[in-house]
């Protein structure tokens, strides 16, 4: 099975040094929807961390699989 790494970057970047081992790039795709979804559900009562951030998959050899970005802002509603 080929090998992903999901690297986060909101203040600081917070590189993937282990990955894992998924069946092809769909999944890589669906589990770093799924990381960013856990990540916005976590910050839902608070200030956003960053004005925007994201989710990058790559693949072993370094290629991207994909990047999902979010961006917001806070303030009173």
Same mark, same amino acid.
């Given at each position: 099975?080929?090998?992903?790494?999901? +690297?986060?970057?909101?203040?600081? @970047? &917070? @590189?993937?040094?282990? /990955?894992?081992?998924? &069946?092809? #790039?769909?999944?890589?795709?669906?589990?770093?929807?799924?990381?960013?979804?856990?990540?916005?559900?976590?910050?839902?009562?608070?200030?956003? @961390?960053? #004005?925007?951030?994201?989710?990058?998959? +790559?693949?072993?050899? /370094?290629?991207?699989?994909?990047?999902? +970005?979010?961006? /917001?802002?806070?303030?009173?509603?």
């Amino acid at each position: 099975m080929p090998r992903y790494l999901f +690297t986060v970057q909101n203040s600081k @970047p &917070a @590189p993937d040094t282990t /990955g894992l081992d998924l &069946a092809g #790039p769909e999944e890589a795709r669906s589990m770093a929807m799924t990381e960013a979804g856990e990540m916005l559900r976590d910050h839902r009562d608070s200030d956003w @961390p960053t #004005p925007e951030w994201w989710v990058l998959v +790559t693949d072993e050899q /370094g290629s991207t699989v994909c990047r999902i +970005t979010v961006s /917001g802002t806070g303030g009173t509603v």
